[in-house]
């Protein structure tokens, strides 16, 4: 079994000694970094490419439950043989649909120096995203933002420099990720209402190794980590602006993991204030002074911070992942048409739907969602 883990330890080490980590200020070195006037849909009509609503309406919140599929890799259940029935889960559904706007997600790169936005397509594609943080094994990484200076980054044009975790966590397998969206929230059909709404659903991430990740051994099974996190509350103002993302008290997130050695893990931790919330386009590269729009941003290292020892043997999870993100409580999220650009080719409008996701004796999480692929703790070979 140490021979397993050494394997995928080397392959690790030897692909980040291959590649120079570098800030860029103003987001040019940084390659996949964009900007909004660059990725913007060609026909928005605000200065986030998403379309603003001529005037709020105030909305009763149905609260529809979410319809329950069932996921295309269910892991086994919690307690085979169990009697005891499994939870109801609370899934309400915003009236009307959110945009994403530029194209763009956001993660944080291993160097820390920034928030790195990049197009979802990329994201999309078979190679995905790279350079990407996983959560920090400390509360605070000394010499941090002596080294963000030292790489020339500013606030002026980079936003927040030196992203310090707010609290150790290990286990968490990418320290944020983010979707931007448009803060209009826009009516599905004329007349209908989408100001004053408070919905509570849930997020889901999947995470399951490709049998083509590198280090991946006959005698290895694919690294999985796929985690729930409940009591994720949605709310708009009167002119039907999402105004607050967050976790309501008692929120927790359920976890199912599986280790290369088939090592399983089963487990709820709480969830903290933060582990969902908004991050302003202040705090992000090349963020042209928009307040139209923000990232949907999943703090992952807040959100694991409480894990223990619980999840220690998903701490090392590495390689190649296709990775899923589904949120219950959105029951549109619209990527706008836009003509091709540097980073992206055209776009068509497109509703983006999540994977049904499962996560052990919890209910499916269906709705809305992004689907990509991602580099955990490892770089593609050179």
């Keep these: ?55 709020g309406t105030t909305a009763a919140n149905s609260g529809t439950p979410a319809a329950g599929s069932t996921t295309t890799q269910k892991p086994p259940a919690t307690s085979p043989g169990s009697t005891t029935p499994a939870p109801t889960a609370v899934d309400q559904k915003l009236n009307g649909y959110v945009e994403v706007v530029a194209n763009q997600i956001l993660y944080i ?39 963000a200076a030292a790489a020339g980054c500013n606030r002026t044009n980079d936003g927040t420099c030196a992203v310090q975790p707010p609290a150790a966590a290990p286990a968490a397998p990418i320290a944020a990720f983010g979707i931007r969206v448009s803060k209009y929230v826009l009516p599905t059909a004329a007349g209908q209402a989408v100001g004053n709404q408070t919905v509570v659903g849930r997020i889901a991430i ?10 991946l051994s006959a005698s290895e099974v694919p690294e999985i980590m796929r985690f729930v996190i409940d009591k994720v509350e949605l709310s708009t103002n009167q002119n039907g602006e999402l105004a607050s993302v967050k976790v309501q008290d008692g929120a927790q997130i359920h976890v199912y993991g599986r280790s290369a050695s088939g090592v399983e893990v089963r487990e709820n931790i709480p969830a903290p204030a933060g582990t969902v919330r908004i991050l302003p386009m202040v705090d992000v590269p090349d963020n042209h002074g928009d307040t139209t729009s923000f990232f949907l941003l999943l703090d992952l290292e807040t959100g694991f911070s409480q894990a223990g020892r619980k ?7 590495a390689g190649h992942f296709a990775m899923h ?24 409008r497109k509703e983006l739907v999540g994977q ?25 070979p050179q």
């Design 325 to 348: 993100l589904t949120l219950s409580s959105l029951q549109e999220l619209v990527r706008p048409a836009a003509g091709a650009t540097a980073e992206s080719p055209a776009l068509e």
């Design 206 to 215: 999947d995470l399951t190794e490709r049998t083509d990740s590198p280090g």
């Design 109 to 147: 790169r291993r160097n820390r120096i920034i928030y790195l936005p990049v197009v979802m397509s990329e994201f999309e594609s078979d190679r995905g995203i790279v350079d990407v943080a996983a959560g920090s094994p400390v509360a605070h990484i000394d010499g941090l933002e002596a080294q």
């Design 1 to 55: 079994m140490a021979n397993m883990f050494e394997k995928k330890r080397i392959l690790f080490l030897l692909a980040t000694s291959a590649l120079l980590v570098s800030c860029g200020g103003g987001g040019g070195d940084t390659p996949g970094t964009t900007a909004a006037a660059s990725t913007g849909g060609a026909t928005s009509t605000n200065a986030s490419g998403g379309a603003q609503p001529a005037g």
């Design 356 to 380: 049904s996701i499962t996560v052990n004796d919890q209910p499916p999480v269906s709705g809305a969602g992004i689907n990509g692929n991602a580099w955990i703790r490892m770089y593609p």
């Design 311 to 317: 999840l220690a043997a998903l701490e090392n999870i």
